[in-house]
């Protein structure tokens, strides 16, 4: 077998359950609301729960897993978005300098649609948990609402962006990613 059809498990099963649970989760809690508020909170919950993790996994989790591989500089992510703008980007084993932003980035957003969702449901928490949240006693729910939504539609378009991403790198280098993220391997 030629070196180009060589495959390596590069993504570990935390990694791929994660990334398709916390999508499936996103999808549910973005459109459930009102009549399916229950589903919707715990959808919630669950991504709170998933992110969680994803951040003690990307310390001591495996070597493409870990932020320490996929962090860098932005002028290193600038210059690889203008090499793939113009066709000419380096192909990397784990993430490559946008997607490693892109994970940063969706961490972010996502806590920030999560938290703010909580923050509007701390009048129904135990005392203890909801203190957790005091940040938001000065602001009412109807504001806590426009930035839960204001932050799950800027998940939207940066999951949008992802996507879009996956397949522009697919493409570029004649991958499959997304079969990749489901069997976790690569070619070498």
């Not at 203008?82 to 084993?93: E, S």
């Not at 938290?115 to 806590?144: H, K, Q």
Request: hydrophobic share 50%; proline share 2%; aromatic share 12%.
């Amino acid at each position: 077998m030629s070196t180009h059809n060589r495959m390596t498990k590069v993504w570990d099963p935390f990694v791929r359950i994660f990334h398709w649970t916390l999508l499936a989760a996103f999808i549910v809690a973005f459109s459930t609301e009102g009549d399916l508020q229950v589903l919707h909170n715990a959808a919630g919950y669950l991504m709170l729960g998933l992110l969680a993790c994803r951040l003690v996994w990307g310390i001591v989790g495996t070597r493409h897993a870990r932020f320490t591989d996929f962090i860098t500089m932005p002028s290193t992510i600038v210059a690889y978005l203008k090499d793939a703008r113009a066709g000419t980007a380096k192909r990397y084993l784990g993430h490559n300098p946008a997607g490693g932003a892109m994970i940063v980035i969706l961490i972010i957003v996502l806590t920030l649609t999560v938290v703010t969702g909580i923050g509007m449901e701390r009048g129904t928490l135990p005392a203890n948990v909801a203190s957790w949240f005091s940040m938001f006693d000065g602001y009412s729910n109807r504001s806590l609402k426009h930035f839960h939504e204001f932050f799950a539609n800027l998940s939207m378009v940066f999951i949008l962006g992802h996507v879009i991403g996956v397949l522009i790198s697919s493409w570029q280098h004649r991958e499959n990613l997304v079969r990749a993220m489901i069997d976790g391997k690569k070619r070498i």
